[in-house]
């Protein structure tokens, strides 16, 4: 059964920090390509992050890069978003998200990510 179950999420105070997991079943997070996106109200969603963990490779959106960190532990086939220095503006409900292959992976566009999970709420205020 392919499923992705985000947790982590909550409210935080603006500098504040959070970790989301997202435990991955029917993928392996060690050779697929896993990402985080988000989407606040009335505005679109986006790419934040991915990771492909075959190649080492990490991929940021510019308004994340150096406060966010992704990372995938094989072992428990789950992958994390670390959270830093959180702003107002990184609320939004936050997905996982898993595709096959390193191609357009680090694009982060939604179209090519077949299997999404359910989101989790980050609320920085």
């Known amino acids: 059964q392919v499923q992705l179950v985000e947790s982590g999420g909550g409210t935080v105070q603006p500098g504040g920090s959070l970790k989301l997991s997202c435990a991955a079943s029917g993928w392996r997070v060690s050779t697929n390509c896993f990402a985080w996106f988000r989407q606040a109200p009335r505005k679109e969603r986006e790419g934040v992050a991915a990771?492909?963990?075959?190649?080492?490779?990490?991929y940021y959106a510019a308004s994340v890069k150096g406060r966010f960190t992704i990372s995938a532990d094989n072992g428990h086939n789950t992958m994390y978003l670390q959270m830093n220095s959180l702003k107002p503006e990184d609320t939004a409900m936050y997905y996982c998200a898993a595709k096959t292959g390193i191609g357009e992976c680090g694009a982060m566009v939604a179209r090519p990510f077949g299997d999404w999970g359910q989101g989790t709420q980050v609320t920085v205020s």
């Open positions: 990771i492909y963990a075959a190649f080492g490779s990490t």
